[in-house]
T-cell receptor, first 114, second 118 residues
Framework: AQSVTQLGSHVSVSEGALVLLRCNYS??????LFWYVQYPNQGLQLLLK??????LVKGINGFEAEFKKSETSFHLTKPSAHMSDAAEYFC????????????FGTGTKLQVIP | EAGVAQSPRYKIIEKRQSVAFWCNPI?????LYWYQQILGQGPKLLIQ????????DSQLPKDRFSAERLKGVDSTLKIQPAKLEDSAVYLC????????????????FGNGTRLTVT
């Protein structure tokens, strides 16, 4: 069984401030981990993924995430928030190998205050 | 490349009516997924196809939902009869991956169909 927990359904940051979105996972096998972003009235778009290579993963739009096995975490960060970062962010987990499904978290809505 | 196409974008129906959604994946993508996203929740996988075969439909309410991908390209998801709790956004996604390690490849999502059941 696998699951992800995203702490905080809403996060507000000031423009230029650090963005930190939290994700903890649970998986019985080594996981693949993903962050997706969803803009209003659009589908989800991949930001970055961890597939057991480097633990620090860099994605698009200046985002990065670090896989920490000891903490079962995969938090998403960006040093300086931009107005265009306002969106909903989903963490997701999938087992490495096999046909088992990707499981998404409940999402975190990021608000950027000018 | 053209993205995942879905239609319609919006649909409003009364409970007990039927509805169908259409998805055309990115050309050449072997794997196609239908997700249900209820307001305030993350997407939930309904069904996954690889080519025209079903890989996973464990969370599809088969008494009212059906899906097909007859020629391994586009797909249709149907609900009959609809219930109030089916109100959600239905997302289609595709992936070029094949084989058992399919989740190493990212999913490419369409813009979804927003269904309102009254």
């Amino acid at each position: 069984a696998q699951s992800v927990t995203q702490l905080g359904s809403h996060v507000s940051v000031s423009e230029g401030a650090l963005v930190l979105l939290r994700c903890n996972y649970s998986s019985s096998v080594p996981p693949y981990l993903f962050w997706y972003v969803q803009y209003p009235n659009q589908g989800l778009q991949l930001l970055l993924k961890y597939t057991s290579a480097a633990t620090l993963v860099k994605g698009i739009n200046g985002f990065e995430a670090e896989f920490k096995k000891s903490e079962t975490s995969f938090h998403l960060t960006k040093p300086s928030a931009h107005m265009s970062d306002a969106a909903e962010y989903f963490c997701a987990v999938a087992p490495s190998g096999g046909y088992q499904k990707v499981t998404f978290g409940t999402g975190t809505k990021l608000q950027v205050i000018p | 490349e053209a993205g995942v196409a879905q239609s319609p974008r919006y649909k409003i129906i009364e409970k007990r009516q039927s509805v169908a959604f259409w998805c055309n994946p990115i050309s050449g993508h072997a794997t196609l997924y239908w997700y249900q996203q209820i307001l305030g929740q993350g997407p939930k996988l309904l069904i996954q196809f690889q080519n025209n075969g079903v890989v996973d439909d464990s969370q599809l309410p088969k008494d009212r939902f059906s899906a097909e991908r007859l020629k391994g390209v586009d797909s249709t998801l149907k609900i009959q009869p609809a219930k109030l709790e089916d109100s959600a956004v239905y997302l289609c996604a595709s992936s070029p991956a094949t084989g058992t390690d399919s989740y190493n490849s990212p999913l490419h999502f369409g813009n979804g169909t927003r269904l309102t059941v009254t």
